[in-house]
């Protein structure tokens, strides 16, 4: 089993620098395979999401694709997949930020329907209730 970083999954997914992305490629195809395990985190998610949105510009339902097929590449394990996939529907239907929508989910499944917070992206979600200091 092999870590893959953010920057693999970026070259991937923008094609920005041709040599690297076909490079990238490979190793998918390895996992898709079934000759490689690859493994990421929910903060490498996280960074994907983050780049593709203020770096490359891309809408919402852009990025929430993009990241959907990632986690759907076999022989990649991500432990909070279920968790990333719902956070990027969140995110992507109430148009609030990926790190609220996962927040909101982990409050969620947590019982918290309180949060303090001056972030207005909070008021959009139904079952939390945004209080300020």
């Not at 490629?25 to 490498?44: C, H, N, P, Q």
Request: proline content about 3%.
């Amino acid at each position: 089993m092999r870590f893959i970083d953010t920057n693999i999954f970026i070259r991937f997914l923008t094609n920005d620098i041709p040599e690297k992305a076909d490079a990238c490629e490979k190793i998918f195809k390895k996992a898709v395979a079934k000759k490689e395990t690859l493994f990421t985190t929910d903060l490498v998610i996280a960074e994907i999401v983050w780049v593709l949105e203020s770096i490359y510009e891309l809408q919402k339902e852009e990025v929430q694709d993009k990241v959907e097929k990632i986690l759907n590449t076999p022989n990649l394990i991500c432990p909070h997949r279920n968790l990333i996939l719902s956070a990027l529907t969140l995110y992507s239907e109430k148009n609030i930020d990926y790190i609220d929508a996962y927040n909101a989910l982990v409050l969620k499944d947590e019982g918290i329907e309180e949060l303090y917070s001056y972030d207005k992206d909070y008021d959009r979600i139904d079952w939390l209730t945004r209080l300020e200091p």
